[in-house]
């Protein structure tokens, strides 16, 4: 009997240790930093990416879509730290800002082989002492999904199924 007890109470003493695991490593999964980026991809349509160049506070970036790729409609935005504000621009006119979620989106279809036009992301408030710019985080997250038409032949993207993203994290 005594013996009994003695499992039942070690048994008992591991589920109370064991309870709070789900929520250890939901902190861990939530506060860890990593850098780099790494694809996503839901459907397996299309092998997009992006390509990013950092110079003079700007993010130039620009996403490809696979050589032999479905065809895509892309967007994109991007996140920093809240001491510093993103100015985004379009030289060729060809992203658009959507307020309702925040994303610019790219105007043309990209074909397989094909890559969008630049969109700039320039960091902002920059103190003029900083010579660093490794030293600011400015992730940018893009998506693609696969082009769809409506009854009149009109191309659109439906983003909630099928998308492909990429997250990139660097200066």
């Not at 082989?113 to 893009?142: C, H, K, M, W």
Request: charged share 25%; net charge negative.
């Amino acid at each position: 009997m005594k013996r009994k007890n003695i499992v039942l109470a070690l048994l008992a003493m591991g589920m109370v240790l064991t309870a709070g695991l789900g929520q250890t490593w939901a902190y861990f999964t939530t506060y860890v930093e990593v850098e780099g980026g790494y694809p996503v991809q839901l459907g397996g349509r299309s092998e997009t990416h992006i390509e990013e160049d950092f110079s003079d506070w700007t993010k130039h970036v620009r996403i490809t879509n696979g050589e032999g790729s479905a065809p895509v409609l892309v967007r994109a935005r991007a996140f920093c730290g809240s001491l510093y504000t993103l100015n985004y621009s379009s030289p060729s006119g060809k992203w658009t800002y959507d307020s309702s979620d925040g994303f610019y989106y790219y105007s043309d279809i990209v074909n397989g082989g094909e890559t969008t036009e630049e969109l700039q992301i320039r960091i902002e408030n920059v103190p003029e002492a900083e010579t660093d710019p490794s030293a600011f985080n400015v992730i940018v997250v893009y998506e693609s999904t696969p082009v769809r038409y409506d009854a009149d032949g009109n191309p659109y993207g439906s983003w909630d199924e099928g998308k492909d993203s990429e997250s990139s994290e660097g200066r």
